[in-house]
């Protein structure tokens, strides 16, 4: 579903890559987290399957097609099988739920009767039946991320990409959240999610992708936040002033303090 | 759907920027009154003129019943006067100076007036017989008039001879001058007008940023996304323009129309009718200023 070929971003030629020679595959409907310090590259790898950034070099492919040769044209196509859910949510505050989440149909044409028929379904499968008429400010975090997932997968996307969507919510809340992608992705829906938080990611069980300064660092399935095999090149990692709070731990217990500083 | 979308997403575009739209449609109403009045000015140009101005230069009018002039003292112009002076202009000395003339009969020259007095009230008081005819000659030089003068006042059945240019030439070098002037105002108005529909759609698209935010990652269309920003602007100076075509209507109407008509007569001055057909140009014309400022300005400020 998702295809990187060697590719490197570099933003700024002074610095080093903020993607570097990545080799990855995402299989359609599979769950992976992309897990890694700040600026290892994790935004960066959801900008280019959105073709919101060029790579600098090497080819991304999604669904099949190298994004790379999307005219500009044909882009709103490529995103419209896209979903997309940050952490702050970006919902629209005069909206309420319903209009919130008819409004990705609407944009792209939708009929007023697909919109009726469809929305109050995936209201419901995201566990917001009954809180159609709400304002954003009117419901909880939780129930904020939720509409935003609504809207995200209402047109049916083959991925989703989810960046840090527990970021703003306590463990239980994220959780709840983590219940409804697992539920998406059940469905069929590739999802993709980078994010910080090691307890879900230890809670899921799912595959981890772990990206280090622009570098596939670990790639495993079924895994947990941090490694149980010791990383590679961690000699080098120790001089790297700018990954201090991620100073190799002894033990994942270890890791686990960093980890907390990470959300502070 | 998507058309009542856009249409929603205009107007509450418009409600949300209030008074930079409303800066928008006095701009470019004010911007366009001026090139409107330009173009008025050279349709009562055209008007002037009437029928012979662009094809003749001299006019050598003959006796008529009321004529009053030393050389109408044996009373309106004969037939044989006629034939005389047709036969002085064919003459070798005559026709060495003129490219050719035409005879003007009281009733063609009551046709020409009927038309160019159209919109005067004074075209229902004047009748073919009070009108002279009048030989019209269109000269090799326009500046040996005075040869044409001096032959030919004198004779017999002559009452006067006119050389039009030099009546109306001063009047219309006045009239182009004031049309220029408008023209430049004009032109700094519409750099106005563009620069401010230019930071109107750019507040406007930083307003709903969050809207074209969404409507990107969900793969709206550039066309849904930006429409109606552009349609926003257009609509604004459409509305500008139509004022001003309201305005100059009602200039030449009440001005023209009712003042200026009454005091000059003897001058043939535009009807309101015919400033409608400056209305047209003027809306494509604001209209598709805003259009082009528009998108040029979502370019820079609106990533799709």
């Not at chain 1, 409907?29 to 959105?50: M, Y």
């Not at chain 1, 044909?74 to 505050?93: N, T």
């Not at chain 1, 009767?113 to 039946?129: A, F, M, Q, Y």
Request: charged content about 20%; hydrophobic content about 45%.
């Amino acid at each position: 579903m998702i295809r990187f070929e060697n590719v490197t971003k570099v933003y700024d030629q002074q610095a080093r890559p903020a993607l570097d020679a990545v080799n990855l595959e995402i299989d359609r409907g599979e769950f992976a987290f992309l897990v890694g310090a700040s600026g290892s590259g994790k935004s960066t790898f959801l900008r280019l399957v959105l073709k919101e950034d060029r790579a600098s070099s090497g080819a991304v492919y999604v669904a099949g097609q190298n994004v790379a040769k999307i005219s500009s044209w044909r882009v709103p196509r490529l995103r419209r099988g896209i979903g997309v859910v940050f952490q702050d949510f970006r919902l629209l505050p005069q909206k309420n739920v319903f209009a919130n989440v008819a409004f990705a149909m609407q944009v792209i044409g939708k009929s007023r009767s697909v919109i009726r028929d469809t929305v109050p379904e995936v209201l419901k499968t995201v566990g917001l039946e009954g809180k159609e008429n709400r304002l954003p400010h009117e419901l909880s975090g939780g129930e904020q991320q939720r509409v935003a997932i609504a809207r995200a997968v209402v047109n049916r996307p083959g991925i989703l990409l989810a960046d840090e969507p527990t970021g703003n919510l306590d463990p239980t809340t994220s959780m709840g959240i983590m219940g409804v992608l697992d539920k998406i992705n059940q469905n069929g829906t590739t999802v993709v999610m980078a994010t910080h938080d090691d307890d879900i990611v230890n809670e899921m069980r799912k595959r981890v992708v772990e990206l280090r300064n622009g570098v596939v660092i670990r790639d495993e399935a079924k895994a947990l936040y941090t490694s149980m095999i010791p990383v590679v090149g961690q000699s080098r990692r120790l001089k790297d002033a700018s990954d201090w709070e991620e100073l190799p731990p002894a033990s994942p217990e270890g890791h686990g303090d960093g980890a907390g500083e990470e959300q502070r | 759907m998507r058309l009542a979308f856009i249409l929603g997403e205009i107007g509450s575009g418009l409600r949300r920027n209030v008074t930079m739209v409303v800066s928008v449609i006095l701009v470019t109403f004010v911007s366009l009154t001026f090139v409107g009045a330009a173009g008025m000015l050279q349709l009562q140009i055209n008007q002037m003129k009437g029928y012979w101005y662009d094809k003749v230069q001299v006019a050598i009018f003959l006796c008529s019943d009321g004529s009053t002039a030393a050389g109408c003292a044996t009373g309106p112009v004969t037939p044989e006067q006629q034939d005389n002076l047709q036969s002085l202009l064919e003459s070798p000395a005559v026709a060495q100076y003129i490219n050719d003339f035409q005879f003007e009969s009281k009733e063609e020259a009551y046709k020409h007036f009927k038309d160019q007095f159209s919109n005067s009230p004074i075209v229902d008081s004047v009748t073919p017989d009070q009108l002279p005819a009048s030989f019209r000659i269109n000269m090799k030089d326009p500046e040996k008039y005075q040869i044409i003068s001096e032959t030919f006042a004198s004779q017999p059945g002559v009452e006067t001879v006119i050389d039009q240019r030099q009546l109306l030439e001063r009047l219309f070098s006045a009239m182009n001058a004031a049309s220029l002037v408008a023209v430049s105002i004009a032109g700094v108005m519409i750099v106005c007008a563009i620069l401010l529909i230019a930071t109107t759609i750019r507040l406007s698209a930083f307003s709903r940023r969050r809207e074209t935010g969404i409507m990107r990652l969900v793969g709206a269309s550039k066309t849904v996304i930006q429409l109606p920003f552009i349609l926003e602007g257009v609509i604004a100076a459409v509305i500008g323009a139509a004022l001003a075509s309201g305005t100059l209507w009602a200039v030449a109407h009440f001005f023209l129309g009712e003042y200026l008509s009454k005091q000059y007569p003897d001058t043939a001055f535009i009807s309101p009718g015919q400033t409608l057909i400056l209305a047209p140009a003027l809306l494509i014309l604001g209209g598709s200023l805003a259009g082009i400022s528009s998108l040029l300005t979502l370019r820079r400020y609106l990533r799709v």
